[in-house]
């Protein structure tokens, strides 16, 4: 589409200056093809594993880092985050609102979980964004002189609300806020989603701790499995020592022989994740031109890989994510339906027919099945390929809508 031209030259402007970014990180850490030898057992003297670790430190514009294959998802990263900063008696403080459905269950929201934040004594209280989504700087203020806030969370991408993404501006901001008010309190984003799509990353404006999935932005759609760390020394040594024990932290951890996916992954990052984006934003212009509310717009400013289409029905939703599944490379012959998924009080319904399970760098579209019906679409490894899909869901929509008309 002609309107989407000058949107995608800006998306390979931020890849080029990434990718120079990552290059750099590859250069000064030393990689080479010896990083890639992978360890067993232990995984004692893993210099892949070491080297991986300061790569992603600098790229992320942070101290320190830790890189696992043992994460088996973003939420579990971010848990061993949370438990790093956080202590009994301590209370966090989300400052963008209710976090993503899964971690409700890691902070002791819903489910009543063993192990969560709060059966360990750690309080939790939330701020809601304000008006156009604009963190509401009077409201943190309030709840942070009162006392007791060890530690912020800032979710940066949406979840599954109507809410946009927050930009690296609005992160900095809130970091230099909160930390004029007391250094002592530890700024955490949960970064999921968000990388490579501006030239910073929250590590480079301030926050204190970060954490994502490797099967999201930064593992280009190669890592099969991990996630990561990044922050300050001291709370990345303590999420090291919640991921395997006290003592040991990141000093052990087999890396099989998946260090080369990792190294080859973040290299491909940059470019996979504009790839992701230029998805988004031609599928944003095409719904818009078929009638339908999509949240980002097609040219605006966007800090994550996600775009949300808001379809009304149920109907409309299932024959949406039937299309983006049949166009999948992998898995084009099932037809998705809503059940029930760990960690949410919704069915929910999945498109994604990936290579790796899961991977929400690849094209994918999931939703909670409840009112308005909004399909949260991400990812596209190469934008040829989001392109059709789309295009073919697109297809199977109006498809849909055809045949309830002569129905």
């Keep these: 589409m002609q309107e989407t031209v000058e949107k995608f030259a800006q998306i390979d402007e931020i890849a080029l ?24 057992g232990y995984g004692y003297n893993d210099m892949g594993r070491e080297v991986l670790d300061n790569v ?34 301590d209370t966090l403080l989300s400052v963008t609102g209710l976090p993503y459905d899964t971690l409700q269950g890691v902070i002791g929201l819903t489910g009543a979980y ?3 934040l709060a059966e360990y004594g750690i309080d939790y209280q939330q701020v809601e964004l304000g008006s156009g989504d604009i963190p509401d700087y009077e409201a943190i203020a309030d709840a942070l002189k009162k006392g007791g806030i ?50 910073q990353e929250p590590g480079n404006v301030g926050a204190d701790l970060i954490a994502g ?13 991990g996630g990561y760390i990044a922050g300050r020394k001291d709370l990345v040594e303590a999420a090291a020592n919640r991921l395997t024990a006290p003592g040991l932290g990141g000093n052990l951890g087999a890396t099989l022989d998946i260090n080369r996916l990792f190294y080859q992954g973040l290299f491909m990052a940059p470019h996979t994740v504009a790839q992701a984006v230029k998805t988004a934003v031609f599928t944003a212009r095409l719904f818009e031109l078929m009638g339908y509310d999509t949240s980002p717009g097609y040219l605006d400013m966007r800090s994550d890989i996600v775009q949300r289409i808001k379809f009304g029905s149920a109907e409309s939703l299932e024959a949406f994510c039937k299309g983006i599944q049949s166009s999948a490379p ?25 290579f790796i399970q899961g991977a ?48």
């Design 17 to 40: 200056v990434n990718t120079e970014k990552v290059l750099a990180a590859f250069h000064r850490q030393r990689v080479s093809d010896a990083c890639f030898s992978g360890t067993t």
């Design 56 to 89: 992603f430190a600098d790229v992320m514009g942070t101290e320190t880092a830790i890189v696992r294959v043992g994460f088996v998802s973003g939420t579990h990263a971010i848990s061993c985050a949370l438990f790093a900063a956080l202590r009994p008696g």
């Design 114 to 116: 063993k192990g969560s």
């Design 150 to 199: 060890s530690t912020v969370l800032i979710q940066r991408s949406c979840g599954y609300s109507l809410r946009r993404a927050l930009s690296i501006k609005e992160i900095d901001e809130i970091c230099t806020f909160v930390h004029e008010i007391d250094e002592n309190i530890t700024v955490f984003v949960d970064n999921c989603y968000g990388e490579f799509v501006e030239i």
């Design 213 to 225: 999935s490797l099967i999201k932005n930064p593992g280009g759609g190669l890592a099969p499995t």
């Design 330 to 354: 992998i898995n084009s012959f099932v037809t998705p339906v809503a059940s029930d998924m760990p960690g949410y009080d919704h069915q929910v319904i999945m498109a994604a027919g990936t």
């Design 360 to 407: 929400s760098i690849e094209l994918s579209a999931d939703a909670p099945m409840r009112e308005p019906y909004i399909a949260y679409l991400q990812g596209g490894l190469t934008f040829e390929s989001g392109k059709l899909s789309i295009m073919q869901a697109a297809s199977e929509l109006e498809q849909a809508k055809s045949n309830r008309i002569s129905d």
